[in-house]
């Protein structure tokens, strides 16, 4: 699935800059050359993209496989084109989401650190042939201002999920700190076409719920208690804001969760 794939990716970023860390020494490669060679030489999936925000600068600094996926020269792109290829209908809604993000990991103290965070959304983004495809959009803070604790600078790894969505709907998910301040803050935007995406354990009991198990046969099976369980059943519910299980079955399926 979309997501799989894309938290692989993260973890090879993860493990390389762990290294570039550890066998940097005095003289060597400052961070700068650093995160170059890494955006450079990371293997991309086939159907991946990746871009590098400087927001200081309000600028994108390292694009890869634009062209592979939307057909765009990735030398020609910049800020302002990526957010135009927004769908139209979209385009309010991420514009306000991208916000809640950069204020959210602005805010987070101690300051985050590369990868400690990320945000995943789904929109529909158009090709160079006037096409909308669907994304999965996976977002973490690549460089970190030492000085102010803020984000200097984001990574985004986009995957073409249109093969497995294809509705209108928009969904996210926030993971690591900060995460219940950036969804407090993005319910009182109260955007149209927004609904929350599960993380990995929520969306395996999901797929449970889809097969018709109860929560008492979903904690043996996970080997969690069936509190647990019940808690999860409720924080989606409440996330998504559902009423019951029969909606979260019935919009599991039609959203690809499972």
Not at 22 to 31: A, I, M, N, Q
Not at 48 to 73: C, K, T
Not at 101 to 112: H, N
């Amino acid at each position: 699935m979309g997501q799989a794939e894309l938290d692989t990716t993260i973890d090879r970023i993860r493990a390389t800059l762990g290294s570039l860390r550890t066998v940097r020494s005095e003289g060597d490669l400052d961070h700068q050359a650093d995160h170059e060679r890494l955006f450079s030489t990371l293997p991309l999936f086939p159907d991946q993209f990746m871009y590098v925000v400087d927001h200081a600068a309000m600028e994108v600094i390292r694009v890869r496989g634009f062209g592979n996926i939307l057909g765009y020269s990735d030398a020609d792109l910049n800020l302002e084109f990526i957010t135009d290829l927004w769908h139209p209908e979209d385009a309010e809604t991420m514009e306000r989401i991208t916000a809640v993000e950069l204020q959210t990991m602005a805010e987070v103290r101690p300051p985050l650190q590369p990868f400690e965070t990320s945000l995943l959304v789904d929109y529909r983004i158009r090709k160079a042939n006037g096409d909308h495809i669907k994304v999965l959009r996976q977002t973490s803070v690549f460089e970190l201002d030492e000085r102010t604790g803020k984000p200097r600078s984001t990574l985004s790894i986009c995957r073409d999920i249109s093969r497995i969505k294809s509705s209108r709907t928009i969904c996210w998910q926030y993971t690591g700190r900060g995460a219940e301040v950036f969804r407090r803050r993005l319910a009182r935007q109260k955007l149209p076409g927004l609904c929350y995406r599960p993380t990995p354990r929520e969306s395996e009991i999901i797929r449970m719920l889809v097969e018709g198990r109860v929560s008492k046969l979903i904690s043996l099976e996970l080997g969690i208690t069936l509190n647990t369980v019940n808690t999860h059943r409720r924080n989606i519910l409440e996330r998504i804001g559902l009423k019951n299980t029969a909606e979260l079955v019935r919009m599991a399926v039609e959203q690809g969760w499972v």
